[in-house]
């Protein structure tokens, strides 16, 4: 790994309802990064979960340290945009990991996603912006997913890349590594919500020509059994990606 | 297409533009296309006027093919779901050890 040394990590969790899973995903997150000996902080931004996540984190806090865990705490579920917003506020890192809280997504793949924004292919040795996941490519994939879910996310897909062309085959990916600096320029940008606020980083950053490499990650469906992809999800989702059509 | 600064909209319509354009020029030179086309004249006539049809048709059928490779060739990991169970089993551990309660 040819990481300079003294780069800073910061992991921005945004929580609501996550009591379970906080403390899982916390332990996964400071093996990856203690193996690999590098240096870490997590974020944890909840907007006042009523299930006890804040005084698990807290919990956290105490063992592990206020160096390894920050958190932010917030008056009322405000979402997820501002979540981070107010995350990347307080995070010290010089580089930002955004990914889910309840283990869809494996702090594995941190360090592939790091390798990637540092080995940089370019001859000019250009800069690597934003490293994002991507379940589309070979060596990634989904579990937990049945031939419809894989038609609806495929279609989806399709069109937003038709409709957008953003240069990358996961664009509703959550799982992404951003240099500080990209992250802090585009997120005051961005407006869209749910799966469209994932399209719109991405799309504004290739715009403002910022470099985006890959990296094959899995995704775990933990939760499609309680189905989250209804009607109201797919017509957001297309409300979503005809606004960024015509604002982008 | 960043260079440009378009918006994705107006990118479809400067496509969308061009192709009329052309696809109106070719319906009024209409005997000099029949003249120059290898197919016969009622073919190509029905070809010109049915262009945009066509157009849409391929879209859809470069869609449908897109997506359904896609879909068949969608990588299923059932292993990373028995690697994220052993790794719950060893966290409850640590974290039962650090006191903190699940």
């Known amino acids: ?248 | 297409m960043s260079g440009l600064g378009l918006l994705r909209y107006q990118i479809f319509l400067v496509h969308g533009v061009l192709f009329f354009s052309i696809w109106h020029a070719s319906l009024s030179n209409m005997d000099k296309i029949v003249e120059l086309s290898p197919f016969a004249s009622n073919v190509t006539t029905l070809l010109v006027w049915y262009a945009p049809v066509l157009a849409i048709g391929m879209l859809g059928i470069y869609a449908l093919v897109t997506i359904l490779y896609g879909v068949i060739t969608f990588e299923d990991c059932p292993d990373a779901v028995a690697e994220i169970d052993r790794q719950v089993k060893e966290a409850r551990i640590e974290l039962k050890k650090r006191g903190i309660k699940l």
């Open chain 1, 1 to 248: 790994m040819s990481t300079p040394p003294s780069l800073l990590y910061s992991v921005i969790l945004p929580t609501y309802n996550e009591r379970e899973n906080l403390p899982l995903i916390f332990f996964m997150l400071n093996e990856t990064f203690e193996s690999h000996n590098l240096k870490y902080e997590v974020v944890v931004v909840d907007d006042s979960s009523p299930d006890g996540t804040l005084e698990v984190a807290q919990a956290l806090q105490k063992s592990y340290g206020a160096s390894k865990i920050q958190i932010v705490s917030r008056k009322g579920k405000l979402g997820l945009g501002t979540a981070y917003i107010a995350g990347l506020k307080a995070a010290k890192g010089d580089r930002i990991v955004l990914m889910d809280a309840d283990l869809s997504h494996h702090p594995k793949f941190i360090p592939s996603m790091i390798q990637v924004m540092d080995n940089n292919p370019n001859n000019n040795n250009q800069k690597i912006h934003i490293v994002t996941g991507t379940r589309y490519k070979s060596g990634g994939g989904v579990a937990g997913w049945d031939w419809y879910r894989k038609l609806t996310s495929r279609t989806a897909n399709f069109l937003a890349d038709f409709l957008l062309n953003p240069g990358v085959s996961d664009l509703t990916g959550s799982f992404r590594l951003y240099d500080r600096a990209s992250i802090e320029q585009i997120l005051p940008q961005v407006q869209s919500k749910g799966y469209a606020f994932q399209m719109e980083i991405i799309v504004r950053a290739r715009k403002q020509n910022m470099i985006i490499q890959e990296v094959p990650i899995t995704f775990v469906d933990r939760i499609y059994g309680q189905s989250k992809l209804g009607p109201r999800e797919i017509i957001l989702y297309l409300q979503g990606l005809t606004k960024l059509f015509f604002t982008t």
